[in-house]
């Protein structure tokens, strides 16, 4: 990711990689649920666990995918309207100086 200049920039960059990492997390959530069913992963014996471990990631994966959505959502709601003269707080860009 580039270092954003200005917050809008900053917000936008943010916003973008979110959606990007929620694309790539369905993609694999999709392949995960897909995998669950895939006659590779039937259970050859009562202790095989492949089904059970496939059902897991794909799970953790979707669970995943509406964190990310759930983040993406507060991200939006942060208000980035300029107050000159405030205090630091949600929204505020703030720059260090050393």
Same mark, same amino acid.
């Given at each position: ?5 200005? &917050? ?11 959606? /990007? ?11 995960? $649920?897909? $995998?669950? !069913?895939? &006659?590779?992963?039937?259970? @050859?014996?009562? &202790?095989?666990?492949?089904?059970? %471990?496939?059902?897991? =990631? /794909? ?7 509406? @964190?990310? %959505?759930? @983040? ?5 709601? =942060? ?5 000159? !003269?405030?205090?630091? !707080? ?9």
């Amino acid at each position: 990711m580039r270092v954003a200049t200005t &917050k809008e920039a900053l917000y936008d960059a943010l916003c973008a990689y979110l959606k /990007a990492k929620i694309a790539t997390m369905r993609r694999l959530a999709l392949d995960a $649920a897909e $995998a669950v !069913g895939h &006659k590779e992963n039937r259970p @050859e014996s009562n &202790k095989d666990m492949r089904l059970t %471990e496939a059902s897991y =990631i /794909a799970r953790g994966q979707a669970a995943r995918v509406l @964190e990310l %959505e759930r @983040e993406l959502g507060l991200l939006r709601s =942060i208000d980035l309207r300029e107050r000159p !003269g405030s205090k630091v !707080g949600v929204g505020s860009l703030v720059e260090v100086r050393s």
